[in-house]
């Protein structure tokens, strides 16, 4: 055999046996694909990836958890959804993806399970689940500590946690807020007022250019915008000019950049504003001013369009997640007040035996209320008590206030899981500092909403969860 003829018998020999290597991949190919299509047809849809954020949803309404699955799907619904605890959920289901957003916050220290039962493929096939659980953190909530004869300070605690961790120091802090992210405060420089924005992530400090020298009240944030606002007067204020009590809001964030606040403007004027607040969800803010009338302004409108609501004496807040403010009107008394439609409902008195003074009054997320009740003896104020009236009018007490205590202030952690109530001996205990003064002594009780039951006591007072400051 000549040489020419062993080169071609050992190349036709190469490319048949090529020729089987690739027959035998596809075959593994077809074999691997055919299995992967038989196990998809047998099982049904798979998830791929979740996404859930438990710390924010304690926090805030409108979290998410969103489901992926390996395939589009057919179409869901509510009934097929199970949330262990049972909690309030919406549903938004389309192509691969199910998401469950939950319109209030979630409860702090809990392990939740999420299934969606009973899911098939857009072209049907068996049935399959669709399950994730988290579990969300501690609660986390800041607290003013006052100190007479040093800084005053403001600290993170957590309930069930061990000591408290400074997040901001200075000599004198008035007041402040705070949303996930930053910390403003305002804080008095000797004969000045300052506001000062502070990053919590990485403690950088930045002020916010006030319109002048001048004092600060009011100051309130919004968590979903990421704004502060307050009310403004100018130092050398008379019946003839400056501003008295303006309401200014601005970014947040930009205070970093030097951004200015800008005066809310309502019908080309800069009212004096008595109440106010940040509408939930919304770039809206409802206005009380001191001649009593009631306003919705829209901040992103630059000609100052308002909603008007008649009058009011005070408004108590607006509930989160809601559009709903608890209001107090002259002639019908507490009311809820729709700001979407306008329609309002009285809100009743609950009978809860003995001679009693409403305190406090705030409106809840899932239509309730939390109030507090001085009892009185011969017309006289002694302890009070503090209890939450549900939607029905069914009324529970949640804690107490002893004869010798003066209740300064009451508010609910975001999900209404923890209610703060905020103390001060009445003995010995003189008020002083800063511009809103309060009892030199004052404690934060942390009550489980459910129980009754105290799980923490901490000095200080004006916990973030509240949507304003005890004056």
């Given at each position: 055999?000549?040489?020419?003829?062993?080169?071609a018998?050992r190349?036709?020999?190469?490319?048949?046996?090529?020729?089987r290597?690739?027959v035998i991949?596809?075959?593994c190919?077809?074999?691997?694909?055919?299995?992967?299509?038989?196990?998809?047809?047998?099982?049904g849809p798979?998830?791929?990836?979740v996404?859930?954020?438990?710390a924010?949803?304690t926090?805030?309404?409108?979290?998410?958890?969103?489901?992926?699955?390996?395939?589009?799907?057919g179409?869901?619904?509510?009934?097929?959804?199970?949330i262990?605890?049972a909690?309030?959920?919406?549903?938004?289901?389309?192509g691969?993806?199910?998401g469950?957003?939950?319109?209030?916050?979630?409860?702090?220290g809990?392990?939740?399970?999420?299934?969606?039962n009973g899911?098939?493929g857009?072209?049907?096939?068996?049935?399959s689940d669709?399950?994730t659980?988290f579990t969300?953190p501690?609660?986390?909530?800041l607290?003013?500590?006052?100190?007479?004869t040093?800084d005053?300070r403001?600290?993170?605690?957590t309930?069930?946690g061990?000591?408290?961790?400074t997040?901001v120091?200075?000599g004198?802090?008035?007041?402040?807020?705070?949303?996930?992210?930053?910390?403003?405060?305002s804080?008095i420089?000797?004969d000045a007022m300052r506001?000062?924005?502070i990053?919590r992530?990485t403690g950088?400090?930045a002020?916010?250019a006030l319109?002048g020298?001048g004092?600060v009240?009011g100051?309130?944030?919004?968590?979903r915008?990421q704004l502060?606002g307050?009310?403004?007067?100018d130092?050398d204020?008379s019946?003839?000019?400056?501003?008295?009590?303006?309401?200014?809001?601005?970014?947040?964030a930009g205070?970093?950049?030097?951004?200015?606040?800008?005066p809310?403007?309502v019908?080309?004027?800069?009212?004096?504003?008595?109440?106010?607040?940040f509408?939930?969800?919304?770039?809206?803010?409802?206005?009380?001013?001191?001649s009593g009338d009631?306003t919705l302004?829209?901040?992103?409108d630059?000609?100052g369009e308002?909603?008007?609501?008649?009058t009011?004496?005070s408004?108590?807040g607006?509930?989160?997640?809601?559009y709903?403010?608890?209001?107090?009107?002259?002639?019908e008394?507490?009311v809820?007040l729709?700001?979407?439609?306008g329609?309002?409902?009285?809100?009743s008195?609950v009978d809860?035996?003995?001679?009693r003074l409403?305190?406090?009054?705030l409106?809840l997320?899932?239509?309730?209320?939390?109030?507090?009740?001085?009892?009185?003896?011969d017309?006289?104020?002694?302890s009070s008590?503090?209890v939450i009236?549900?939607?029905?009018?069914?009324a529970?007490?949640?804690a107490?206030?002893?004869?010798g205590?003066?209740?300064?202030?009451?508010c609910?952690s975001?999900?209404?899981?923890?209610?703060?109530v905020?103390?001060s001996?009445?003995?010995?205990?003189?008020?002083?500092?800063?511009v809103q003064?309060?009892p030199q002594?004052?404690t934060?009780?942390i009550?489980?909403?459910?129980t009754?039951?105290?799980v923490?006591?901490?000095?200080g007072?004006d916990?973030?969860?509240c949507?304003?400051?005890?004056?």
């Amino acid at each position: 055999m000549s040489t020419d003829s062993r080169r071609a018998h050992r190349a036709g020999l190469a490319r048949r046996r090529y020729a089987r290597a690739v027959v035998i991949v596809l075959g593994c190919f077809v074999v691997a694909g055919g299995a992967a299509a038989a196990i998809s047809v047998t099982q049904g849809p798979r998830v791929t990836d979740v996404q859930a954020d438990p710390a924010a949803a304690t926090g805030a309404s409108g979290s998410r958890v969103i489901f992926t699955a390996n395939q589009a799907l057919g179409e869901i619904d509510e009934d097929q959804v199970t949330i262990e605890p049972a909690t309030d959920f919406t549903l938004d289901a389309a192509g691969r993806t199910v998401g469950v957003r939950f319109p209030t916050a979630l409860d702090a220290g809990t392990e939740y399970t999420v299934t969606v039962n009973g899911v098939q493929g857009i072209g049907g096939g068996p049935e399959s689940d669709l399950a994730t659980a988290f579990t969300t953190p501690p609660s986390e909530v800041l607290v003013l500590e006052r100190d007479p004869t040093g800084d005053d300070r403001i600290v993170s605690r957590t309930i069930g946690g061990a000591e408290a961790a400074t997040v901001v120091s200075a000599g004198d802090i008035d007041d402040f807020r705070a949303t996930s992210s930053f910390v403003v405060a305002s804080v008095i420089d000797g004969d000045a007022m300052r506001v000062i924005v502070i990053d919590r992530a990485t403690g950088e400090q930045a002020d916010v250019a006030l319109p002048g020298p001048g004092t600060v009240l009011g100051l309130q944030v919004s968590e979903r915008g990421q704004l502060y606002g307050f009310t403004f007067t100018d130092q050398d204020v008379s019946a003839d000019s400056g501003r008295e009590n303006v309401l200014f809001t601005g970014s947040i964030a930009g205070a970093f950049e030097g951004a200015e606040p800008d005066p809310v403007v309502v019908a080309g004027d800069e009212p004096s504003i008595d109440r106010w607040r940040f509408v939930p969800e919304t770039s809206s803010l409802l206005l009380n001013d001191f001649s009593g009338d009631l306003t919705l302004v829209d901040r992103t409108d630059p000609d100052g369009e308002v909603s008007s609501f008649g009058t009011a004496l005070s408004i108590e807040g607006v509930a989160r997640s809601t559009y709903t403010a608890l209001i107090d009107r002259l002639d019908e008394g507490f009311v809820e007040l729709d700001l979407a439609s306008g329609e309002q409902r009285v809100v009743s008195d609950v009978d809860l035996g003995g001679e009693r003074l409403l305190g406090h009054m705030l409106p809840l997320a899932d239509g309730g209320t939390l109030r507090s009740y001085a009892l009185l003896e011969d017309g006289i104020p002694t302890s009070s008590e503090i209890v939450i009236v549900d939607s029905a009018g069914e009324a529970r007490e949640v804690a107490a206030v002893a004869e010798g205590e003066a209740l300064q202030q009451v508010c609910a952690s975001p999900s209404v899981q923890y209610i703060a109530v905020a103390v001060s001996p009445i003995a010995d205990n003189p008020y002083g500092g800063s511009v809103q003064t309060l009892p030199q002594e004052v404690t934060t009780r942390i009550y489980d909403a459910r129980t009754g039951d105290e799980v923490e006591e901490w000095p200080g007072f004006d916990v973030s969860w509240c949507e304003v400051g005890p004056w």
